[in-house]
């Protein structure tokens, strides 16, 4: 599956946004999707999962601000990101996997997004 992010840009702490990544080629449907992110010099974590029918994991520093959704017609995965904080500043990437136990390990997430890069200002 291919997997396209968009939606990052700059915002101001206290301020929103929400990503899309649009995924072609494959049975959507059938994937653990997933949202990282990476900051200049560190590991990329991981942020939040959703399965098909919509059972979702937060890491803890976002759970409460971040929500994750997907729509199965529009073979898209959406991350709302409220109450946005400066820590949260990094490249936010989408993926896809077909393992739901192992939803935290980037490796084991075969389809990876470019990347869309979310600036907070203090």
């Known amino acids: 599956v291919q997997l396209q992010a968009s939606g990052g840009g700059l915002v101001q702490a206290g301020g929103s946004l929400r990503l899309s990544c649009a995924a072609s080629?494959?049975?959507?449907?059938?994937?653990?999707m997933g949202w990282f992110r990476q900051a200049p010099g560190k590991e990329r974590d991981f942020v939040a999962a959703i399965t098909s029918g919509g059972f979702t994991d937060y890491a803890d520093s976002v759970k409460g601000r971040f929500t994750i959704s997907r729509d199965n017609a529009k073979n898209t995965v959406y991350l709302q990101m409220n109450s946005l904080k400066p820590e949260d500043t990094a490249a936010y990437y989408c993926a896809a996997t077909t393992n739901w136990r192992s939803r935290r390990r980037a490796a084991d997430f075969g389809s990876w997004g470019q990347g869309t890069l979310v600036t907070v200002s203090s």
């Open positions: 080629g494959g049975t959507f449907s059938s994937y653990v």
